[in-house]
């Protein structure tokens, strides 16, 4: 994200220079950086052989595990149910799967597989913690990626030539000053404008939806 904004923003304002300051912060954790990096590094040249062998090992080893979790059920009714309620602060009242217990709270991984339906877990502690790490956030990451696909697919929406950002709502007078300077013919465009941020950037969208000026190009 930094070189991102040295490269787009000039050495004067590289906003990004924490995690803390980046959009989509949730995708840019610490513990996914292998997942997010090593491929391109493979691509690069800058992955040797055995460390992609133990990416792809990590990769397959945490997929089984979910699929493993995802397919493996308690009834309420069963007596293995009893040593699950233990680690609940409510018992089962439905059945329910390793994953949806791992979703709850007080259900970490490691007591999970230590439970007679779910054990043996993984050895691999990265990929355990990958694993638990995907299924207690899912919900949020999926929100996260969503919205990352709908930024990318805004970057090709156009702006009309003879806008005047001063018609434009919410936007402050330094993004106004230099949306009008620029004249950008697309949103990502706009988006690479030194001050012009991702909210000045949604409210410009709004603003062009509530118009009926949103075209994008072919």
């Given at each position: 994200m930094l070189v991102d904004d040295l490269c787009t923003l000039g050495t004067k304002e590289p906003y990004r220079m924490f995690t803390s300051r980046a959009e989509y912060r949730l995708m840019l954790r610490e513990d996914n950086a292998d997942l997010r990096l090593t491929e391109q590094g493979r691509e690069l040249g800058l992955v040797d052989d055995e460390r992609w062998a133990?990416?792809?090992e990590k990769l397959e080893?945490?997929?089984r595990e979910r699929?493993?979790?995802?397919?493996?059920?308690?009834n309420p009714q069963a007596e293995s149910a009893n040593e699950v309620n233990a680690h609940l602060t409510a018992p089962l009242?439905?059945?329910a799967s390793g994953e949806d217990l791992l979703r709850r709270p007080e259900?970490?991984?490691?007591?999970?597989?230590?439970l007679s339906p779910f054990t043996p877990g993984l050895e691999d502690r990265q990929a355990a913690e990958q694993v638990e790490i995907q299924v207690k956030y899912e919900g949020y990451i999926a929100r996260q990626q969503d919205e990352i696909?709908?930024?990318q697919r805004n970057e090709n929406t156009l702006l009309p030539a003879t806008l005047d950002y001063r018609q434009v709502t919410g936007l402050s007078n330094e993004v106004i000053a230099k949306l009008n300077d620029h004249k950008p013919s697309s949103i990502g465009q706009a988006s690479?404008?030194?001050?012009?941020?991702?909210?000045a950037i949604s409210i410009l969208?709004?603003?062009?939806?509530?118009?009926?000026?949103?075209?994008?190009?072919?």
């Open positions: 133990r990416y792809n080893s945490i997929e699929q493993r979790l995802k397919s493996t059920w308690v009242s439905r059945e259900m970490t991984y490691e007591q999970l597989v230590q696909e709908k930024q690479r404008i030194s001050g012009i941020t991702p909210a969208l709004v603003w062009l939806k509530k118009q009926g000026m949103l075209r994008r190009s072919a």
